[in-house]
């Protein structure tokens, strides 16, 4: 073939992709196209609470849409991005990685970049967890961890709690305590059984039965914010020792500062000595996926106990070296900036400032925190004007009731929260821990605004509501 032919390959005098021309020339077009190729259910819903709005600026905790609004973020991505969005210096780590045009996932190879990271993760740790797994996500960490256990006990069953969220993943959400994510996925994990959190005889009659691996939970529940007792999680893991039981710590939400320590567990006090424990979210810095599992050595060793078997549990994109870049420069920002202190004292801001809030609105029941993890309870009131109104939401819709705070929140104040799960009322916060005072004031002024709102009955507040509630029920009814 000619040299000439050559040159008129199709295609080839085309110009490169313009990823930030294509991102202008198609700004504010995020709800079409997701109606026509993504998810239009979760479209309607979006639009129907005044959340479809279209964001394309970030810098820590806020966001901008394209009529330049902006935005404190109190989601943060479920907690992905405890640094905030686009942290300058992990940018900078990962711009300097893709300058150097470094290997990855060369497979037949031990990579440096997840090996320094797994040393950096296990001095973090509160006892010695030996190996790591490195994976894609929260979920996958929890498959991992769910295989790890059967295969070091040998024993069938996995116990988790009600009202548990590990992930929605096939075995993941064998172990998820959460009705709504479970309903049409039937049948799940044989042996998987659910027992009610902080409640330690249910947990020791389970145990007695001689066939459980593992207990996977959550050191605060993510779905209601549920803080466990004193002593709970210490005595689990106690019964759990005693009956030959693994203990799956999953701080997938909850790790990486978020509380006020590295791990949530560690409000336990020291020595605490889990088993297992599941981390990403806030790992990745927000800019690749990356979740870690960590176990001891014996657990590791039953795994991969042999030659043959030193594959036995991979994933394709385990170790990416773009992601452990990510990892390792998260965990420096984390040290250098010290996020997890400042995560305890904007918590403390946060829920003694909400919590100081619970006498004048009779709406308000309880504020949970560990560090910058909360939950703001909504209560039936005691005023028979208030009480109708929250019979009348209920009636209507199990959900409903909290849309009354996160709506005006995000419409008026453009605050971004969400509720804490299905059929519970409780709004809930994972604020970036990079949050200062002035982001902290700025919500508590905005809500303790909304909250006068809500307990003015009838008003717009209540028009909102019954609309979004009779729009359910004609949902359901179709």
Not at 248 to 268: C, N, P, W, Y
Request: aromatic share 8%.
């Amino acid at each position: 073939m000619s040299s000439e032919s050559n040159s008129t390959t199709p295609g080839a005098s085309r110009p490169g992709l313009d990823i930030v021309a294509l991102l202008k020339q198609h700004a504010g077009e995020n709800y079409e196209l997701h109606s026509q190729h993504v998810n239009p259910a979760n479209v309607r819903t979006l639009k129907t609470i005044g959340f479809d709005r279209c964001y394309v600026r970030a810098e820590g905790p806020y966001l901008w849409d394209v009529k330049g609004e902006k935005y404190l973020d109190l989601l943060s991505g479920y907690g992905v991005f405890g640094l905030g969005r686009n942290h300058p210096e992990v940018r900078r780590v990962l711009k300097e990685f893709l300058d150097a045009n470094y290997s990855s996932l060369v497979k037949m190879e031990a990579p440096l970049l997840s090996g320094l990271l797994a040393a950096e993760l296990k001095k973090r740790m509160p006892n010695q967890l030996d190996y790591v797994f490195f994976n894609n996500s929260g979920a996958e960490g929890v498959e991992t961890a769910l295989k790890y256990a059967r295969c070091a006990t040998g024993k069938p069953a996995i116990l988790h709690c009600k009202k548990s969220f590990h992930g929605l993943t096939y075995g993941a959400l064998s172990v998820n305590g959460d009705e709504s994510f479970r309903e049409g996925f039937e049948p799940f994990l044989p042996g998987a059984r659910a027992i009610p959190f902080n409640d330690l005889a249910a947990l020791e009659a389970e145990l007695k039965k001689g066939d459980v691996a593992a207990l996977v939970i959550e050191p605060i529940q993510g779905k209601g914010v549920n803080i466990p007792s004193p002593g709970y999680l210490r005595d689990a893991i106690a019964l759990c020792r005693k009956h030959g039981v693994l203990f799956i710590d999953d701080e997938v939400q909850s790790g990486m500062g978020r509380t006020g320590k590295f791990l949530a567990i560690e409000h336990e006090g020291p020595g605490m000595d889990p088993d297992i424990v599941v981390l990403a979210k806030t790992l990745s810095g927000g800019f690749v996926p990356v979740g870690a599992t960590l176990c001891k050595k014996w657990i590791h060793e039953k795994v991969f106990s042999s030659m043959q078997r030193s594959v036995v549990h991979s994933s394709t994109f385990s170790q990416g070296s773009f992601a452990m870049a990510a990892g390792l420069a998260a965990l420096d920002v984390l040290d250098r900036e010290n996020l997890i202190a400042n995560a305890a004292r904007m918590g403390d801001l946060l829920g003694n400032g909400l919590r100081a809030m619970i006498p004048r609105f009779e709406f308000m029941k309880e504020v949970r925190n560990r560090g910058l993890m909360l939950g703001i309870e909504f209560g039936s009131p005691k005023s028979l004007t208030l009480k109708m109104a929250w019979t009348t939401c209920h009636t209507l819709d199990k959900s409903l009731f909290p849309q009354a705070a996160i709506i005006p929140l995000m419409d008026k104040h453009h605050i971004i929260t969400q509720v804490a799960g299905h059929a519970i009322d409780v709004v809930k916060l994972l604020p970036p821990l990079v949050i200062t005072e002035a982001d902290a004031q700025w919500f508590l002024t905005a809500f303790e605004d909304v909250m006068v709102q809500m307990h003015k009955f009838p008003g717009p507040a209540w028009d909102v509501l019954t609309g979004i509630g009779k729009m359910a029920l004609t949902q359901r009814a179709r």
